[in-house]
């Protein structure tokens, strides 16, 4: 295990303690850890007194965090105090910085580049079984009986390793479903999983999108987003039926914000364009363009297709998502949609000019 990535999982703890800090209830008694996180936090501290024993070079910080939980526990109630709470949250953001100044302190070898992504065959295989799991029926109907459903969970909660924030998530979620609930907590545990799915699927997605992605920018000698060529081409079109002002413009914008590095305004624009260009295929939406536009053959479906259902979930997440605690910005990895666009734009150029 590198530096890094002992960091990164314990990050990971201190974001999933800082929520459990976040829930506590305040009353006339006083102020108390909420239903259900108990559980959850005395398991976290295990697994971190573990960890940090497994992972790093002889410390005391195993008896620092048991410390820090029996000594929470000690009241009338028998659950952990706001207070033991905030000290195991100051312990690990002290192993983290530990880390940091110190990576020596992680056993192990620690190369100079970071470890190789599992290989291509096997992301694929991965992302093919969480799209599988994905369209099961019963995620629509409903699950004839609990058990069907945690069979279901535990099949995805398997299949997300390569995101050990996820796996995390995830397993949490899951947990909290093997306990006895009312039917709308169910349901809304079920929602969450599935809403961390469909981001693991995403991701997969993105990153196995990008080694052909990047070629495309090499080919762009000024490394843009849009290719001046393509926007040159589109400029050059004179068509009585349609102004293609607006997409030119949104061309050009795209490549700015590229050079800015400005991610968030490119999964915006790329969302508009899909939603500015259907008129011109015949359709009223982007979707029609997808499931009706027969003249560019198989390949352009294809490539709509990824760039309806990758670029428009990434878009809205970025239109519409609200302020949360804690935010993780897009990479340009994310928002790289520039090789089916660039399909789509040339279409346009092949139909109207």
């Not at 002290?94 to 620690?110: C, D, F, S, W």
């Amino acid at each position: 295990m590198t530096s890094k990535e002992a960091s990164e999982r314990l990050s990971t703890y201190e974001s999933a303690l800082c929520e459990i800090r976040d829930r506590f209830v305040r009353s006339r008694e006083g102020i108390h850890i909420a239903e259900g996180d108990q559980a959850d936090l005395h398991q976290m501290v295990l697994e971190l007194a573990d960890f940090v024993q497994d992972a790093l070079e002889e410390n005391g910080y195993r008896v620092m965090l048991i410390d820090a939980f029996n000594e929470g526990v000690r009241n009338f109630f028998n659950s952990s105090s706001y207070a033991s709470v905030e000290r195991i949250i100051s312990i690990v953001r002290a192993i983290i910085t530990r880390i940091e100044t110190n990576p020596r302190l992680v056993k192990g070898p620690q190369p100079a580049t970071m470890q190789p992504d599992p290989s291509s065959a096997q992301k694929r295989r991965t992302l093919a079984k969480l799209v599988e799991l994905r369209a099961v029926r019963e995620l629509e109907t409903g699950f004839p009986e609990k058990r069907s459903g945690l069979s279901w969970a535990a099949q995805v909660e398997g299949l997300l390793d390569f995101n050990p924030q996820y796996r995390f998530r995830f397993s949490q979620k899951l947990q909290l479903l093997h306990s006895p609930l009312s039917s709308a907590t169910s349901t809304a545990l079920f929602d969450e999983l599935i809403s961390i799915l469909e981001t693991a699927i995403t991701q997969l997605t993105n990153e196995l999108d990008a080694g052909h992605l990047s070629a495309v920018k090499l080919a762009s000698p000024a490394g843009d987003y849009v290719h001046q060529e393509r926007i040159a081409q589109l400029r050059a079109i004179n068509n009585a039926s349609f102004d293609l002002t607006r997409l030119i413009q949104m061309c050009n914008e795209l490549n700015s914000n590229h050079q800015s590095a400005n991610v968030i305004s490119i999964a915006m624009l790329c969302r508009a364009i899909i939603d500015h260009v259907p008129p011109l295929f015949g359709g009223k939406t982007f979707s029609d363009v997808v499931s009706q536009y027969a003249g560019g053959g198989r390949s352009f479906r294809e490539s709509m297709e990824h760039l309806q259902t990758s670029s428009r979930k990434i878009g809205d997440q970025n239109l519409h998502a609200q302020i949360r605690k804690s935010e993780v910005l897009p990479t340009i990895t994310q928002v790289d949609f520039s090789n089916d666009l660039d399909v789509l734009l040339g279409e346009i150029v092949r139909i109207l000019k």
